[in-house]
């Protein structure tokens, strides 16, 4: 859970970085969040669960797919 913590964290760093680059004031006069960095990260926590509800449902049907039994192969064939 700590090492999720520290991915999390960075993961705001790097994008409060690079929009302060880009020219976008992520925080106020009071250190607060400002509401341009709170819609980006709603937007990039939203493509995040799409993402991972596309890959949990490939995921299961690759193993629904996913013969019960294999046919021994025929001899002399």
């Given at each position: 859970m700590?090492?999720?913590k520290?991915?999390?964290e960075f993961?705001n760093f790097?994008v409060?970085?690079?929009?302060?680059?880009?020219?976008?004031?992520?925080?106020?006069?009071?250190?607060?969040?400002?509401?341009?960095?709170?819609?980006?990260?709603?937007?990039?926590?939203?493509?995040?669960?799409?993402?991972?509800?596309?890959?949990?449902a490939?995921?299961?049907s690759?193993?629904?797919?996913?013969?019960?039994t294999?046919?021994?192969?025929s001899?002399?064939?």
């Amino acid at each position: 859970m700590e090492l999720l913590k520290k991915y999390v964290e960075f993961a705001n760093f790097a994008v409060e970085y690079n929009l302060q680059r880009a020219g976008v004031n992520v925080r106020d006069e009071r250190g607060a969040v400002s509401t341009e960095m709170a819609v980006v990260m709603a937007a990039m926590v939203a493509i995040a669960v799409v993402a991972g509800a596309i890959f949990l449902a490939k995921a299961q049907s690759n193993a629904n797919n996913i013969p019960d039994t294999v046919n021994p192969p025929s001899p002399g064939g």
